[in-house]
């Protein structure tokens, strides 16, 4: 038979409670209505931290506020703890306190709360500030923990990089561009640009650095050590000259690699440019909605291939009845065969379609056909590299849509260094699952 008895009542409130080498002494209602629960430790001996002989006499006990997870709701913990008398009489500490694996020294927070934190930050994309009153912590004790997870986790990656052969690196704007005064009341421009760095074997962001320009990639590639520069075979990058230039100077076994999908939108730009230039030359005025190439200016920029039968008619007519100069057919028809020369998958065969493309742009005769020729005439070889090896920054362009994720429920994010962290440890957890 089950007799209740305090012993029994105490024990079965610290299985409940289930903090490891902890038990609860009692638990209160406290004014507020809130739960308080009272905890101890069992221990009855311990050694001095300084001398090491065991004591067992208990100098006083104090009360120690612990943060701890919550149970159906916040609870205010409170730890007796023992302050202990060192036993040796030449010892230079007289008195020192216990503690736990679950409160070390200094600790104020609980280590299973310490992880549940780090989970919720980390393994979600969750904004701080909910994680924070859900735990009943503040907003900065929640983004210490993630600090300071980062900064392990970035040690613990400094210290065994991981060997990358294709490196992707791509930029992001992460805000608006704002001005803040600094502390010696100037303005100064806050960095909207981030540019990460991906293992495009695996999507795993590997580097987070401010701004976007040649310094920024620099300075990152500059701290890597130098046999893991030299493993890197291929870097995915837009056709950013910054970015070619970095990775020329500190990746000397690398070659560039600029991929299709920022050619195309290059190429589609340049068809809208040249279909604005012709409104103006004949109207005088921007295109609008009776125009049939300004109505169907989304169909000028779609992959001809991908167009149904309804589609293809449709754009012949538009060029047929909105097109008298042939300017915009023109365009169109440069930038469906930048999209055959991408799409090929030898390099002799990506040679003989270029040769079209450029007697395309030669009959086409327009500014903006000859701009887009020297940009692909400037980035031949990394297409090249393209065709060969298909390296694209597609998986940095998914990693990035995190990183927005996280931007965008991190509104209050002030410091790129709060921001950088969460990225990297989601992409931590991300990887671990
Ligand atoms: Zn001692």
């Not at 290059?266 to 230039?277: G, I, K, S």
Request: aromatic residues 8%; proline residues 4%.
């Amino acid at each position: 038979m089950f007799k209740p008895t305090v012993e029994a009542a105490s024990e079965a409130a610290s299985i409940l409670f289930n903090l490891p080498e902890y038990r609860v002494v009692a638990v209160t209602r406290g004014a507020d209505g809130g739960r308080e629960v009272f905890l101890d430790t069992p221990a009855v001996e311990a050694g001095c931290p300084s001398c090491g002989v065991v004591s067992t006499r208990v100098h006083q006990r104090t009360m120690q506020r612990v943060r701890d997870v919550p149970f159906d709701g916040l609870v205010t913990v409170w730890w007796v703890k023992k302050r202990w008398r060192c036993s040796e009489s030449l010892c230079a500490k007289t008195t020192f306190t216990e503690h736990t694996e679950q409160v070390p020294p200094y600790a104020r927070l609980t280590t299973r709360l310490k992880e549940r934190i780090l989970a919720a930050l980390s393994g979600e994309v969750r904004c701080v500030e909910a994680v924070a009153a859900e735990l009943g912590v503040s907003w900065p004790t929640a983004m210490r923990q993630l600090t300071r997870a980062a900064t392990a986790h970035a040690d613990r990656a400094a210290a065994r990089p991981a060997l990358v052969y294709s490196l992707g690196i791509d930029e992001h704007r992460f805000r608006t561009v704002r001005w803040y005064k600094d502390e010696h009341d100037a303005w100064r421009r806050v960095e909207p640009w981030m540019t990460t760095f991906t293992n495009l074997a695996t999507g795993q962001v590997i580097g987070v650095v401010d701004g976007r320009d040649s310094a920024a990639v620099k300075t990152w590639l500059k701290t890597q050590p130098r046999w893991w520069r030299h493993r890197v075979r291929v870097v995915a990058i837009d056709p950013s000259a910054a970015f070619r230039s970095a990775v020329r100077s500190w990746l000397p076994k690398a070659r560039v690699s600029v991929d299709h999908f920022h050619l195309i939108q290059l190429a589609n730009a340049m068809v809208t440019d040249v279909r604005r230039r012709v409104s103006w030359e004949r109207h005088d005025r921007r295109g609008r909605a009776g125009d049939l190439t300004w109505a169907n200016r989304l169909l000028l920029m779609r992959g001809y291939d991908s167009l149904s039968e309804r589609g293809r008619t449709k754009l012949k007519t538009v060029l047929a009845q909105d097109d008298p100069t042939c300017e915009i057919g023109a365009a169109w028809g440069v930038k469906e065969q930048l999209r055959r020369v991408l799409a090929c998958t030898t390099v002799a065969d990506a040679q003989r379609e270029r040769a079209r493309f450029n007697s395309y742009v030669t009959l086409a005769a327009m500014p903006e056909t000859t701009r887009l020729k020297k940009t692909i005439d400037t980035w031949w070889p990394a297409i090249a590299t393209f065709i060969r090896t298909r390296a694209t920054n597609a998986k940095t362009e998914a990693a990035n849509v995190t990183v927005k994720n996280i931007k965008r429920i991190g509104r209050g994010y002030r410091s790129h260094e709060n921001y950088r962290c969460r990225i990297m440890l989601y992409n931590a957890a991300r990887m671990a699952a």
